[in-house]
T-cell receptor, first 116, second 113 residues
């Protein structure tokens, strides 16, 4: 498809396990974002990738969270030693605009993570 | 830091107008956005307004911006059941970093028949 693709759409895991969430941005989009959406909360910014620049990791809530983007395309968000408070919908978005112009963000459908 | 506030819920009757309000704190915001999230879907951009504008109209949607009060509203005319969704207000700041797209908590709009 032509949109942002995320997998898995649903993930149930046990506390303490590691999880990986994947995002395939729209082809040609240089900017990629990860947000977290918790019930009743706004979208919490996690991390931002722009081209080959160093990622902006200022939103990652703890060192259990990490993300990488290979070849400027697919991104993986990894959560180590998951905790119950990590339960949320993790949204990925991509954009064709650069750092100086926000432009429109195109969102995937999200990965719903439930930590038991 | 930047903060964006919205009420959590709004119910209207089909055919009535809906007004969703938002306040923000960053006076250097350059663009303000309204995104719509339907159940089980990602967010989609509905409309946006540049900070030097007071109003923008797009079919059934009217965006009003009061920059002095840092207040943004989205009016949906002739609201339909298909408009039921969560509406997010978002701002981007003049600092230019695309990461500074700050979202509100979202307003759940329910359209009653």
């Amino acid at each position: 498809g032509a949109g942002v693709s995320q997998s898995p759409s649903n993930k149930v895991t046990e506390k303490g396990k590691d999880v990986e969430l994947r995002c395939d941005p729209i082809s040609g989009h240089t900017a990629l974002y990860w947000y977290r959406q918790s019930l009743g909360q706004g979208l919490e910014f996690l991390i931002y990738f722009q081209g080959n620049s160093a990622p902006d990791k200022s939103g990652l809530p703890s060192d259990r969270f990490s993300a990488e983007r290979t070849g400027g395309s697919v991104s993986t968000l990894t959560i180590q030693r998951t905790q119950q408070e990590d339960s949320a919908v993790y949204l990925c978005a991509s954009s064709s605009r650069g750092l100086t112009n926000t432009g429109e963000l195109f969102f995937g459908e999200g990965s719903r993570l439930t930590v038991l | 830091g930047e903060d964006v506030e919205q009420s959590l819920f709004l119910s209207v009757r089909e055919g009535d107008s809906s007004v969703i309000n938002c306040t923000y704190t960053d006076s250097s915001s350059t663009y303000l956005y309204w995104y719509k999230q339907e159940p089980g879907a990602g967010l989609q951009l509905l409309t946006y307004i540049f900070s030097n504008m007071d109003m923008k109209q797009d079919q059934r949607l009217t965006v009003l911006l009061n920059k002095k009060d840092k207040h943004l509203s989205l009016r949906i005319a002739d609201t339909q059941t298909g408009d039921s969704a969560i509406y997010f207000c978002a701002e981007s700041s003049l600092s230019g970093s695309a990461r500074q797209l700050t979202f509100g908590s979202g307003t759940q709009l329910t359209v009653l028949p």
